[in-house]
């Protein structure tokens, strides 16, 4: 089970959202149109791409969004796909599925997005820049010499009323140990990571490595969440990170 399972109806009604607020409004080209301005609003260069429902950033990463409409999810949720790519790096694109809530297209919209780009995106262009952490490095040694790797945790994004705040990379960090063994020789390499916890115990969780399902990863944030004391009706959390080798031209 994944991160939308989670959202799911259930079975008694549910309250429907309010009207979007124009009934001519395209979601997806309204959507498109606020992830935009976001991203100018960092700083950095988004046009629209002139043929498909992207957006091109500073002339080298495009992101590709749609809204999911899937009539099993609550009513109140959204349900995004995005694809962002690097013709060098990650040129098949790095996917991930996000979830925004809220009552009306506008406040979907404004979560989804702010999923998006505090968790994927800003981690996404941090990690194309020169910049790096000393403190998360490690070099791995083979035959061929010693490499560096550089990683990039992206913000822990919480769920729920926890009573204790989890440090950021706490899901990271109980898998890093694991991670020597997965890297590609493609310079870039990440992670999506979710796991939840209902306050019935029921675990749902995703572990994804280069967009390809990793069940030993997934196991380990089970592991974890058995050992959540939920408080409120469930716990989630949700990181992504990027793995770079040391080296790697910037952007």
């Not at 629209?48 to 109140?76: C, K, M, T």
């Not at 000393?134 to 061929?144: H, K, R, S």
């Not at 590609?184 to 209902?198: A, G, Q």
Request: overall charge negative.
């Amino acid at each position: 089970m994944g991160l939308f399972d989670f959202f799911k109806k259930k079975p008694e009604a549910a309250k429907q959202p309010a009207a979007a607020p124009s009934n001519s409004v395209d979601p997806n080209d309204y959507l498109l149109e606020r992830l935009k301005a976001s991203i100018t609003d960092m700083g950095y260069r988004a046009v629209r791409h002139p043929q498909y429902q992207s957006l091109i950033v500073n002339e080298v990463v495009e992101i590709a969004a749609v809204i999911i409409n899937d009539p099993n999810n609550h009513p109140l949720v959204m349900h995004l796909m995005i694809l962002t790519m690097h013709a060098d790096y990650f040129p098949n694109g790095i996917e991930e599925h996000v979830a925004g809530l809220g009552e009306t297209l506008e406040q979907k919209v404004t979560s989804v997005i702010d999923n998006y780009i505090h968790s994927t995106f800003s981690t996404i262009m941090e990690s194309l820049s020169d910049k790096h952490y000393n403190d998360l490095d490690f070099t791995i040694t083979t035959a061929g010499g010693a490499t560096t790797w550089h990683t990039y945790l992206g913000t822990t994004i919480l769920q729920g009323n926890w009573t204790d705040q989890p440090s950021n990379g706490v899901m990271y960090h109980l898998i890093q140990d694991k991670l020597k063994d997965k890297l590609t020789e493609n310079p870039f390499n990440w992670l999506n990571l979710y796991i939840s916890k209902r306050d019935d115990g029921t675990i749902i969780g995703e572990c994804f490595w280069n967009n390809e399902a990793w069940p030993e990863g997934l196991a380990l944030l089970n592991q974890y969440a058995q050992t959540w004391q939920v408080n409120s009706a469930f716990y989630a959390m949700k990181q992504f990170v990027v793995i770079k080798k040391c080296g790697t031209k910037p952007l």
